[in-house]
């Protein structure tokens, strides 16, 4: 896969990243291992967690995911060749809650003992604290910089009015800044990313990284029906089925029959090629799955064709 620059963190990426949310949730160890193997066999490199996964299934408490990629990085030796991002915020814990500075050193400790490593590449807050003054959440990240344990940090559902302000803060102080963005951006979710968000990306060098790239899986055109509805997502994608879902179903089914590669491929595939962004993400319960992931890594779509996905979605 061709390698692209994260933004300006210094880090560069293939072109699709692995959502590890399922891990310890729909994908138990030996499943997970299975998926993150066919992942790097196909040429990925890039991996996203959070120490809130899967905190909501019962029985677990967090960590989940970053303790089954940390055992998988070290069984495989893959560390050097893998870039790992995690999350700090949604997860209370030992030094307390959201965004203080307090929590945010002790929850990178945690992090970095479960992923078995002694640095985090990409640490994402996960979503904004209002109630955390910005400048105590960026003086913590900038410290963890400084002390060598994470290379990078990034802003997981910011506005753009709060991300500008915290490149501001960050700029006056002399702070690490933030550098990746991770907003929720598909062919039918627009409206966070395009625009404001999306320039200010553009203007600051921001590499971008959108979850949510396959709306729950309902752009992989496996829920078509309301009996179709099924599965630990059923419930997440039902939404998807009224307004322009089916339109953009079809407008994948069309391109999926000039190209022969999967829905699923085509959506991801139309998302890399947006305005700033640099990789989409994307996760897979099975190791089958990961194909679509790396089709959509090298996939080119015409101009054409990323317009009339683009109406669709419209």
Sequence with gaps: MKQRALGASGLSVAPIMLGGNVFGWTAD????????????EGGGDFIDTADVYSAWVPGNSGGESEALIGKWLKARGRRDQTVIATKVGMLDGEGGKGLKASRIAAACEASLKRLQTNVIDVY??????????????????????????????????YSPERLAEALAISDRNGWARFTVLQP??????RDEYEGALQRLAIDETIGVVPYYGLASGYLSGKYRTPADLSGARAGAVKKWMEGQGPAVLAALDTVAAETGASLAAIALAWLKEQPGITAPIASASRPEQVADLIAAATLTLTPDQLGRLTAAGR
Excluded at 184 to 189: D, F, H, I, R
């Design 124 to 157: 994402f807050a996960h979503k904004d604290d209002p109630e955390t003054p910005l400048e105590e959440t960026l003086a913590a990240f900038d410290a963890l910089v400084k002390a060598g344990k994470v290379r990078a940090i990034g802003a997981s559902n």
């Design 29 to 40: 160890e030996k499943t997970s291992f299975a998926v993150l193997d066919a992942f790097a």
């Design 184 to 189: 929720q951006y598909n062919l039918l979710k």
